[in-house]
């Protein structure tokens, strides 16, 4: 890979993360040239324009709206829709976060180095879309280990473990580097995975192991290897749900409509529902009192969505939208759902509970690499 300047990107997929991720990242680092972009698939609710328009506006900005399929007539999704014969996305077949979200992101960066900035926050246990193209690195400033899977497997390598020692001889613990060079020494075994090695020494010290990294990442063709420096290396901050929430609220960009909560009654019990992720209306990851929450909220979208089940083909594997909206079915899902609530909530030390606690993921929030 040719020595270029390194293009600093962040996607903001409509949802509350990556939206607190913009805000963060652009107020903590403003020496950063950062790039905003987001893949428009034509079926976002309209939360999600008003939340791009917010930051923009807020953070004084352009937000790039990436489009695939630019010279069709038709919106992005029903445009390869129709190339796919009518077949639906879903779990098993997402084409819709390849052809809508990855392929115009990897259009828009090209062959240029690059650093992602994604999401994904200190409470959360996944990893998120890791693309396969060496220019692209992905960072995540909100968790303590800021470094993607892929970076910390290289780094603790049998192959690189000489290498490792004298990289952390390069780098100043203070006061706990006896403690760090034994961990580094300790090799990975069945009693002490790359998860477990990286965990105790990030507990020890997290600026040293960023410090330790960047050190290695010198020897690497990741972008980074050719910077000098990076902003983010002494980096402690580890910002869970609360702190996403408290941001977007303090800067008055405000939280997406959408995850507002809304008391509903089944039989003689109250429960509350509202959405809980980003994305298309008709996300086929959306549990099933979100599909109802679309029904009772947004029943155009909700007719729409119905629209697209035919020639066998159904948003759900079990159940087509004309059969979830039948009366007694919306009643048993509510009911079902409070049901859940109720036994998190007696699992919880908090008497309250939140809805948004029950699916964490933003929908198509791991297409942002």
């Known amino acids: 890979m040719s020595i270029s300047k390194i293009r600093h990107v962040l996607g903001i997929s409509g949802g509350k993360d990556s939206a607190a991720l913009a805000i963060y990242v652009k107020t903590k680092y403003p020496n ?26 807020y953070l004084g900005i352009k937000i790039n709206l990436l489009q695939a399929a630019e010279n069709s007539s038709e919106s992005p999704f029903d445009h390869f829709l129709k190339l796919y014969g009518g077949y639906l ?111 105790a020494i990030l507990d020890t010290n997290v600026v040293g192991f960023n410090h330790l990294v960047f050190e290695f990442l010198k020897t690497t063709d990741y972008p980074l290897a050719s910077e000098s420096s990076f902003p983010l290396l ?82 759900g594997q079990f159940e087509s939208l004309e059969q979830l909206i039948k009366p007694e079915r919306i009643k048993q899902i509510k009911a079902d759902y409070v049901k859940k609530m109720e036994k998190k909530s007696q699992n919880k030390s908090s008497l309250l509970i939140d809805i948004l606690d029950d699916s964490e993921e933003e929908g198509c929030a791991s297409c942002f690499i």
């Not at 698939?41 to 324009?49: A, F, N, P, Q, V």
């Not at 992905?138 to 892929?150: A, H, L, V």
């Not at 809304?262 to 086929?284: K, M, T």
């Open 32 to 57: 950063l040239d950062l790039e905003f972009y987001s893949c428009d698939t034509g079926k976002e609710l309209d939360e999600t324009y008003q939340l791009v328009r917010n930051l923009e506006v």
């Open 89 to 199: 996305p879903s779990s098993n077949s997402r084409w819709c976060t390849k052809k809508l979200k990855l392929d115009p992101f990897e259009k828009y960066v090209g062959t240029d180095p690059v650093i992602s900035y994604v999401g994904i926050r200190g409470d959360e246990n996944r990893e998120g879309y890791i693309s396969t193209k060496r220019n692209i690195q992905s960072i995540f400033p909100f968790r303590k280990n800021i470094w993607s899977e892929d970076v910390i497997q290289k780094l603790f390598s049998k192959q690189n473990f000489d290498q490792l020692q004298a990289h952390a001889k390069l780098v100043d613990f203070g006061a706990q580097q006896e403690k760090i060079s034994q961990l580094i020494a300790k090799p990975i075994d069945s009693s002490f995975s790359i998860s477990q090695k990286t965990s």
């Open 234 to 315: 002494d980096n402690e901050d580890v910002l869970i749900r609360e702190d996403i929430f408290r941001i977007l609220e303090e800067s008055g960009v405000g939280v997406p409509a959408y995850y507002n909560k809304i008391d509903f009654q089944v039989d003689d019990q109250v429960g509350q529902y509202a959405r809980s992720r980003s994305g298309c209306y008709f996300c086929f990851f959306q549990q099933k009192i979100e599909w109802v929450w679309l029904y009772e909220q947004h029943p155009e979208l909700y007719k729409k969505a119905m629209e697209y089940e035919k020639d066998g083909y159904t948003w």
